[in-house]
């Protein structure tokens, strides 16, 4: 049986419904789109596009980082008639849930589409040497960027994989249904692209272009994420040793333009860590977005008593009760104790529209995590517990504490953020936090929607 994918052709290859308004010309066919990317101008709006899809609602602007995910980490209290509750209960048949995870799926797709029309006209001769190495870095990266997301929410649990093909690493344009590749096939494809990824921003990010395009390089598929979303891929396919090695050559070199956020930061109410973004999208109604989903009637909230437990009556963390979380009261607020990472300052102009995505914090935990070795991994927890003012007993930690502290630790920093379920489910947790639901595949795996996959001789 040979199993083929279905994705979704945007109608005109480069843009979603929602997204033009910052570009007039839509090529529909062929000869449009070669006269698009006839110019410099063209595939710097195509990559553009890529960003936008990126930052939409129903993928890292909201869904993938303080919803979907959050609920399946069981991070916000819910209702258990309402869809938040069918999320965490794992109720993946519930039509509404579905299609919540139906419109990951698509527009993970149609965004890789698009990145696949701008690659398929890259080497046309019209970048210039540098823009070439930019641009074609940049649209690998982020295709690599998604594929991995796709295999983490929707492809098996690291280490229970088999030879049976699971998802399609959409590598090239084609309005042929997309063959579906085995684990070892989609590693190897994804691999190839960061590899390539990294081959090119490195010949223009150490040297810098003069170029206004060559700007606020947190909001983009740099150098240091590319880096970084390797250490963090390696790290999903169980090779710590490549994870470690990757984890520190971001820790090492990035630290003249990435740094960690220090408790003053904090104060400063910076409580999204911007100084540590190695990649973070720019969404400019955040402030709205958050104002809905967090801070006004009805938002997500989470037990007063759940967070104390979580920071494990550490007074001094920065992170913890009653300093990145608020109890709201009132009839606009409702009574209830709420995360105010995405509540900055108004002082800080250039950071108030950011979500995180990759973080430095991250590598942090990846080397500890990936070393056993006390003269490794304490200097590295020394500087967590420093960044956020933890006092921890962490001097003497052997293997088995340091591994628990960075198991939490993910719930702690990058609580909002949509990391933590990743974690329990690369980990295979038997116990996902806060959940009476024990961790397996049903859990894990997220359901491939029902129309994309279909079996041909």
Known sequence: MKRIIHYILSSCLLLTTGC???LDVKPSNRVEQEEMFSTEDGFKNSLTGVYINLKSG???????????????????KTNASETPGYISAYDYENSSVQSMIDQVYTDFYNTIVNINNLLDFVDNGVLSEDMYNLIKGEALGLRA?????????YGPIPGKQTDKKIL??????????????????YVAFLEQDLNEAE??????????????????RQNRMNYWAV????????????????AAEYAAKVIAGAGVQFKLSQPENFTNKDYIASSEHLFSIHVYNLEDITEAFFYRAGGVEQTKSLIAKLFEGDVTDIRGDEKLWKQLKGSDFGNR???????????????????????LYEMYLIAIECSDEASVYQPLIKQLLTARNM????????????????????????????QAFYQSKRRNDETIMWSNTPGSASVYVLPIPKGEIKYEE
């Open 227 to 242: 880096m970084a979303v390797k250490a963090r891929f390696y790290l999903w396919i169980q090779n710590k040793e490549k």
């Open 58 to 76: 129903s993928l890292y602007g909201q869904t993938l980082t303080m919803e979907l995910n959050e609920y399946l980490a069981q991070h916000w």
């Open 391 to 418: 006092s921890l007993d962490m001097d003497n930690a052997g293997v088995d504490q340091k591994n628990q502290f960075v198991a939490m630790e993910y719930h702690k920093e990058f609580y909002g953020e949509g």
């Open 168 to 185: 399609s690493y959409a590598g090239e344009v084609s309005r042929q249904n997309m063959p579906v590749n085995t684990w070892a096939e």
């Open 20 to 22: 033009s308004n910052w």
């Open 199 to 216: 081959a090119l921003l490195e010949k223009v990010e150490k040297k810098g272009i003069e170029n206004d395009y060559f700007t606020y």
């Open 337 to 359: 104790y709420v995360l105010m990472k995405y509540k900055q300052s108004e002082a800080l102009v250039t950071t108030r529209e950011q979500i995180p995505l990759v973080r």
């Open 145 to 153: 960027f998604c594929h991995l997301d796709l295999l983490r929410l």
